[in-house]
């Protein structure tokens, strides 16, 4: 079965509990992901960690969550598997309780790795899901699915500062109601998603001949390549935040771990207004221009950053996540339109392989950090935009490869 762009009204407004649905798993599942970084400046302490160990956990849970999705996408392409949102939120919530109750170090690693795991299962399917939700509004679609995610990652700095920081690293394991609330969810999800797809009318055939020429096999490769180095970069920058922007808010200003976890807030959740925005206008203006905007207009700001006091340094962040978050979804709509029927082949790739070089990227910082400082690493990663210079050379899609077929 496949879905156009042109679909019908019913069946679009049909699918909307869908999206919506998704949208919430997908909120608590990175709330959940997001506590991680989160508790970092209270685990540094406790076990007696360097900035080192701390991005390992990064890339552990990154990587985690990288080796597997591709191939849990590719599989899905061919055999749509919906209720396996519900095992990846298993394993979640068996990272989550070890996280919790972690008597070393190398526990730490094995939770952070299970909690990867659960989203290498989560995402490909999910991506899948909403697009084929979409009734062919697919910026509208990525851009709910993402305010999930976005907003989840959002909460994790917050409740940390209010809940965990309080009352210790066991309070983790309290968390654990909102993965149970995420697998029921789940279920129900896929059961009302398979109940409108088969309640959908057919679509006709596309008509001989009519299918829009596309870029050939090299062209497609090499932008792929390039769609997920500007990926790359945009997680890099994040890894900079999400790892260790708490230690630079409290290093260079002196204030609280409360209240530096509150900025991180801020700064993550300004990526759920980012994400949206950027779907629903990569659907009017085009996903190039989209991209665009996302790096031109976020560099003067992050090489300005490094030399702002303590209130534009929030005003900055907040401005320089807004922006960079509105290209996620028109990246990975491009690179669905440069392959179609291969959904879940691309969110992994896109959710998996470059977020496990941001985890890499959130290592090598870390060692950064350890040798030169944490004020020089912001410094160093104010030039990182600079990589979405490579834009340049993404072939521009045609108004007939954005309305090609998607299969499932």
């Known amino acids: 079965m496949t879905v156009s762009a042109p679909t019908a009204s019913l069946p679009q407004r049909a699918m909307m509990p869908v999206l919506i649905a998704l949208s919430l798993t997908h909120l608590l599942n990175d709330m959940i992901q997001s506590l991680i970084p989160a508790i970092y400046p209270i685990i540094k302490e406790s076990y007696r960690l360097d900035f080192g160990q701390i991005g390992l956990i990064t890339l552990t ?10 191939a849990v996408g590719l599989y899905t392409d061919k055999h749509p598997m919906p209720y396996s949102m519900v095992v990846g939120m298993g394993f979640t919530l068996a990272g989550l ?3 919790s109750y972690a008597g070393s170090y190398g526990l730490l690693l ?8 659960g989203s290498s299962i989560f995402h490909p399917e999910a991506t899948r899901m909403a697009r084929n939700a979409s009734g062919g509004q697919h910026g509208l679609a990525q851009g709910i699915f993402q305010v999930g995610g976005q907003t989840g990652g959002a909460l994790g700095p917050l ?8 009352r210790g690293q066991g309070s983790l394991a309290w968390f654990s109601v909102a993965a149970l609330v995420a697998m029921m969810l789940m279920v129900w999800t896929a059961a009302s998603y398979a109940r409108l797809d088969r309640a959908r009318p057919p679509k006709p055939a596309a008509a001989a001949g009519a299918a829009p020429a596309r870029p050939g096999r090299r062209s497609v490769a090499f932008a792929i390549t390039i769609l997920i180095v500007l990926l790359f970069s945009k997680n890099a920058y994040t890894a900079s935040f999400t790892s260790f922007y708490t230690f630079y808010l ?3 200003f002196g204030i609280s771990v409360q209240n530096s976890q509150v900025m991180l807030f801020l700064f993550l959740a300004s990526s759920a207004a980012g994400a949206l925005g950027g779907g629903m206008l990569g659907d009017r203006i085009g996903r190039n221009k989209i991209i665009w905007f996302s790096i031109l207009g976020a560099l003067p700001f992050t090489l300005i950053l490094p030399y702002a006091d303590l209130f534009w340094t929030g005003v900055l962040t907040i ?15 491009y690179a669905l339109e440069l392959l179609p029927g291969r959904v879940g082949l691309v969110g992994g790739f896109f959710y998996g392989l470059s977020f496990g070089l941001g985890g890499l990227a959130a290592a ?3 060692a950064f950090a350890d040798i030169l400082g944490i004020e020089a690493v912001y410094k160093i990663c104010s030039f990182i935009p600079l990589v979405g210079l490579l834009a340049w050379f993404l072939p521009r899609l045609s108004e007939g490869t954005r309305g090609a077929k998607v299969g499932h």
């Open 364 to 366: 090598m910082l870390g």
């Open 319 to 333: 401005l320089i996540n807004l922006i960079m978050s509105s290209a996620f979804a028109a990246i990975l709509i």
């Open 110 to 117: 094995v939770s952070a790795a299970c909690v990867g795991i």
């Open 250 to 252: 409290i290093g260079k």
């Open 61 to 70: 849970f990154q990587v985690s969550a990288s080796l597997l999705q591709p």
């Open 159 to 166: 409740l940390a500062a209010f809940i965990i920081v309080p």
């Open 97 to 99: 309780i070890g996280l």
